[in-house]
């Protein structure tokens, strides 16, 4: 973007003037711009007396100048560091203006605050105010309510820690957080400063549900308002030792027994969705959020295809929402797949036999639906992102359940040491530990280890709970474990599968469940009438 005065942003490198490596925006004008020190410079010289901002496209945007906020304590190289101006609005109003940056540090907003306290905002002010200056994956970050509270923190700290605040005060403040969420649970740590209020109160506990319980912490009961009453009336020492002690958010959820009658009478008390094999359906009681499932079977049985079948029914028959992630293809294999149940023909390899209409429409009853999101993951396997990635999935897009396709890719790209036990322990505590903490359901597949004998698991072998990979933790964290059994080499009935539970926490019920068939001429798996010798329903 750009404007006739300043031109288009290019780069960024850095400044001479304050040594900051990466602050220092240059524009096609031949201008630059420090958002670490407020410099303006150009590429023959710095002019240190230009204070306004570069302004944005939007011509509505105010110039102003830095100056301190004397009743504030809030010196002019903290207004400088963040952004924040002395102006006048197009009235000739005397005004304090917050200045607002996209993620390539380029000015597109500004908020407005008038003498009776009253704001008004121009341009986009999404962003926390001052998040432009921080990298993510820091230590710690302390969130305030509003602009001066964060410049009074950060004036304390000297600016040499991460301090924002809310663009539209506690009323905004799970909207906000929300929205740049990614940017926040990156760090170790989270600090919430909300006015000692009631409407802050709140605020604090619709936010806290956004975060794991021990990354976020709280500052309140200091006998103060807020960080600005705080460091006018005590100073800054005061403020610093607030800052150190920060309490962690606990919810005292201890409840009495004899208090839960009222609950426990209610006639739904475990919501279940289907499963859409009847067999399995019944001996699992459906399937429940908060739940972590897991299916298993040798290479090349049809797993994936399978839980496919699963996910589909999930969104299109019950009108859940899913987060897919398939690490074995690409996003389009993965939306191709879902049409191609849809259409009861294999997209892949039958695409240009199928109309234009006929496909739109398929796109339109599933992809189109808004309830499935699926994880681009351009080879990136790395564990930590991808557990981000999924609780991201959860509190802003609010899937009700994930689905991991598989999990040894995973475990292969972890620092374990070539440990591929204690990788596969790590990866499902995190696991059951999101599960747990956003009950949400999650839906994982795991490979088996090659039973001993000539027998293997793609040659109709039956499969055991022993014989999941790694120490055990698969089969002791999992709710549920289902395994698929096929037997490839089969001269006869090469396509048939069997579906047995082998761990069934909620309801007990384990051994074989359905008899499936896989159907080329439609790529799906579908249900056979035909049961196993000895096996009743």
Not at 132 to 153: P, Y
Not at 339 to 344: A, E, P, T, V
Not at 431 to 460: C, F, M, N, V, Y
Request: aromatic content about 10%.
């Amino acid at each position: 973007m750009s404007d006739d005065n300043n031109g288009v942003y290019l780069y960024k490198t850095g400044c001479e003037q304050c040594g900051s490596s990466d602050a220092n925006a240059i524009y096609s004008n031949g201008t630059s711009y420090c958002f670490s020190c407020g410099t303006w410079g150009n590429l023959e010289g710095t002019n240190k007396n230009h204070t306004s901002p570069r302004t944005f496209s939007d011509a509505n945007l105010l110039q102003g100048e830095y100056k301190a906020l004397i009743k504030r304590q809030i010196s002019e190289e903290t207004c400088r560091k963040y952004g924040y101006m002395v102006a006048k609005d197009k009235n000739g109003v005397q005004v304090q203006v917050a200045n607002f940056y996209n993620s390539e540090r380029e000015l597109v907003g500004q908020k407005v605050r008038y003498p009776d306290k009253k704001f008004s905002s121009i341009g986009e002010v999404k962003t926390l105010f001052g998040q432009h200056l921080f990298r993510d994956k820091g230590r710690k970050i302390i969130i305030t309510e509003g602009e001066i509270d964060a410049l009074s923190v950060a004036e304390v700290f000297n600016c040499k820690y991460p301090v924002v605040s809310l663009p539209n005060g506690a009323n905004s403040a799970y909207k906000s957080i929300k929205h740049n969420l990614e940017f926040l649970i990156s760090f170790d740590e989270v600090v919430l400063w909300f006015d000692d209020d009631e409407a802050g109160h709140k605020a604090v506990e619709q936010v806290a549900e956004l975060f794991k319980p021990s990354q976020l912490k709280t500052i309140q009961a200091t006998g103060y308002k807020d960080a600005n009453e705080l460091l006018v009336s005590k100073g800054k020492p005061a403020v610093l030792q607030a800052s150190y002690e920060a309490r962690e958010i606990r919810i005292d959820g201890i409840v009495n027994g004899n208090e839960l009658w009222e609950l426990v009478s209610e006639e739904d008390t475990f919501t279940s969705y289907k499963y859409p094999f009847e067999k399995l359906n019944y001996k699992l009681r459906g399937i429940r959020k908060g739940e972590l499932v897991t299916f298993t079977a040798g290479s090349g049985v049809g797993k994936s295809t399978l839980v496919k079948e699963i996910t589909y029914n999930l969104m299109f028959t019950q009108g859940l929402s899913v987060g897919y992630i398939a690490l074995e293809e690409n996003i389009k294999r993965s939306a191709l797949g879902f049409m191609s149940i849809y259409l009861n023909k294999p997209l892949f390899f039958d695409y240009n036999t199928i109309s234009k209409e006929d496909r739109k429409e398929a796109f339109d009853k599933t992809l189109g639906t808004g309830r499935v999101f699926l994880y681009d993951h351009f080879g990136s396997l790395d564990e930590d992102n991808l557990i981000k990635k999924m609780r991201l999935l959860i509190t802003q897009h609010g899937v009700d359940f994930i689905v991991l396709d598989h999990i040894s890719i995973v475990v292969s790209g972890m620092d374990a040491g070539g440990d591929e036990r204690k990788a596969i322990d790590v990866l499902m505590t995190k696991l059951r530990s999101l599960a747990e903490e956003t009950q949400a359901g999650i839906i994982i597949i795991s490979h088996l280890r090659r039973p001993q004998g000539d027998k293997g698991h793609e040659d109709g072998a039956k499969i055991s709970l022993s014989q999941l990979r790694g120490s055990g933790a698969i089969a002791q964290l999992s709710d549920a474990v289902i395994g698929v059994e096929r037997d490839l080499q089969a001269d006869v009935g090469g396509n048939n599968i069997s579906l047995r539970v082998l761990k069934n926490r909620f309801a007990g019920d384990v051994g074989l469940a359905d008899t499936l068939v896989y159907n080329k001429e439609t790529g799906r798996i579908e249900e056979v009438t035909d049961v196993f010798e000895g096996d009743e329903f």
